[in-house]
């Protein structure tokens, strides 16, 4: 049988789509079980597109203005969206676009007939050099680790997600423990994040936003690391790692987190834990290695008989192109915005 020809595309200049997600793919290889991948953006010869985020820019251009004519079916065609409802929202109009949507958004939020409500499988900073750009081959085991505790944070502090009270709080953290060494852009750059966590033991992650199902690469990279994280966010991170893979920790408990984080140390919670560490970090590399994950879902979702045909466009695009949808979805963006489920601090369930 003939391999479903995927055309997988990111919002990121078209030059750096094959070299950052190429290194997902086996060795030697543009296929992961039926599924044959390509990654430029000019193909024209698919079965079935995926679209990380968005389409990518034009060359030059900073807006996404791309619209793509599909050789495939509007029914084979997937919206993968790892942005919190903090961050962003989508009309559903404009979501219309695709056949699919996944995203772990609150279906209230997410109009779309076919939302595949999981956490999306997600890029890995870790090992990725961001002045070069691509990701480096990801070891068998994590590295042997000489050093106790990091943490990573930008300066950023947005008022309208979690960034400010992480900032505050690992600033405050830094001041009262000797011990840390804290990393991040405006602080301590590095071009990797391997920097800031091959040769730890622990490591300190707060996620921008809070709520059941939405977990990002500040837990998975812990993992692929091998780092035991002190972790705030996904309250229902243990429906899928083992619940002992995680030490929970409060932001707004310093001193609370502080003790928690030199009793893990003392104890030896990093030798103690090896073994769901490394299950955690299997579930990482096999679930949300992203073209692994989306392999999986395209065999299940594709449909051959589908007719083939129509546009998808870019986030601005579509604004340019359908301006009354475009207002009707403002609008539905408005609303969605004052609802508790766009919370960037949403710490139990609301289903």
């Given amino acids: 049988m003939s391999p479903i020809r995927v055309k997988f595309v990111a919002k990121m200049p078209p030059d750096e789509i094959d070299s950052l997600w190429r290194p997902l793919l086996p060795t030697g290889s543009d296929e992961v079980g039926e599924c044959q991948f390509t990654f430029n953006p000019e193909a024209t010869d698919y079965d079935f597109l995926v679209v990380y985020e968005d389409l990518p820019p034009l060359l030059r251009d900073k807006k996404i203005n791309r619209r793509e004519t599909l050789a495939c079916a509007p029914q084979n065609t997937m919206l993968l969206t790892t942005e919190p409802s903090s961050i962003r929202i989508d009309g559903p109009h404009y979501l219309r676009q695709y056949g699919h949507v996944w995203t772990a958004k609150h279906p209230s939020l997410v109009r779309h007939d076919n939302q595949i409500r999981e956490t999306p499988p997600l890029r890995f900073f870790y090992g990725r050099n961001m002045a070069d750009g691509p990701h480096l081959p990801l070891t068998d085991s994590p590295p042997p680790k000489s050093k106790n505790l990091s943490a990573m944070s930008s300066t950023k502090a947005m008022a309208h997600t979690v960034h400010a009270k992480r900032l505050a709080f690992m600033l405050a953290l830094r001041d009262r423990m000797a011990e840390l060494d804290l990393y991040g852009r405006g602080i301590l750059p590095v071009d990797d994040k391997a920097e800031a966590m091959a040769d730890y033991r622990y490591h300190v992650a707060v996620e921008n936003h809070v709520e059941p199902g939405h977990f990002t690469e500040k837990l998975t990279d812990c993992f692929v690391a091998g780092c035991l994280p002190f972790y705030f966010g996904d309250p229902d991170y243990a429906r899928i790692f083992p619940a002992d893979a995680v030490i929970p920790i409060d932001?707004?408990?310093?001193?609370?987190?502080?003790?928690?984080?030199?009793?893990?140390?003392?104890?030896?919670?990093?030798?103690?834990?090896?073994?769901?560490?490394?299950?955690?970090?299997?579930?990482?590399?096999?679930?949300?290695?992203?073209?692994?994950?989306?392999?999986?879902?395209?065999?299940?979702?594709?449909?051959?008989?589908?007719p083939r045909g129509g546009t998808i466009a870019g986030r601005h695009a579509f604004r340019r192109d359908h301006p009354i949808q475009a207002l009707r979805d403002a609008l539905f963006i408005r609303r969605a915005r004052q609802s508790s489920f766009s919370s960037p601090l949403q710490r139990r369930s609301t289903d």
Wanted: charged fraction near 30%.
């Fill in 251 to 306: 932001i707004e408990d310093i001193e609370g987190t502080i003790d928690v984080i030199r009793m893990a140390i003392v104890q030896d919670a990093y030798e103690a834990r090896q073994s769901v560490l490394m299950k955690a970090r299997e579930i990482t590399l096999d679930r949300f290695n992203t073209l692994r994950a989306v392999a999986n879902k395209v065999e299940t979702l594709f449909d051959a008989t589908a």
